[in-house]
């Protein structure tokens, strides 16, 4: 099986590709146009800013390509948020593979529960549904460091609590992404990078 991960202006990558590695699987890490089209699974990670990140995919076509794919793609922590229409960070225009805004988490007036922004830190994932999650991991714990947040909406996989209920993952047709990070999320994480590989 051929696994390739997106390169581009983004951290975090390497961490992905370890995560595959204790899985038994080898991941390449390009930005080459026909490697990405020819893998049979992408995965599209990423720890950044999203205007500045959406400008580099759109100088290197790879805006146009991502899109295009027809094989499962999963997207990660800003890989998702870019997945979606827009973005309130930079106030940008995104892939639009999911027709929903990203939003700033804004904290409540009454803050009883000295909730932070970013949420960083372990959080529960539930209503989980969508190939990528076995029953077993509902109100199962994953690691999420992020400021902005993706509503409700119908392409909802999971869903998760922190200052309001929101998408911590979506799915719609091959496309998969989570705004947790699996690979840091222990024997869960493994398990949901198990459930995509295997698709």
Known sequence: MKIVVIKYNAGNIRSVCNALKRLGYEAEITDDVEKIKAADKVIFPGVGEASTTMKYLRESGLDKVIVSLKQPVLGI??????MCKF?????????GIFDVPVKRFQLPAQNVDNL???????????????????????NQ????????YVPLCDYTAATTNYTISYSSSLHR??????????????????????????L
Do not use: R
């Not at 973005?87 to 892939?95: T, Y």
């Not at 990070?181 to 493994?190: A, C, T």
């Open 173 to 198: 047709d091959n496309f998969y992404a989570t705004q947790f990070h699996p690979e840091k999320s222990g024997s869960v994480g493994e398990q949901i990078l198990k459930n995509f590989l295997e």
């Open 77 to 82: 922590c800003l890989g998702m948020q870019l």
């Open 87 to 95: 973005s309130e960070e930079g106030n940008v225009d995104c892939l």
């Open 141 to 148: 714990y994953v690691y999420f460091v992020h400021s902005y």
């Open 116 to 138: 932070k922004i970013p949420q960083m830190g372990w959080n529960t994932i539930t209503s989980v549904k969508s190939p990528l999650y076995n029953a077993q991991l509902e």
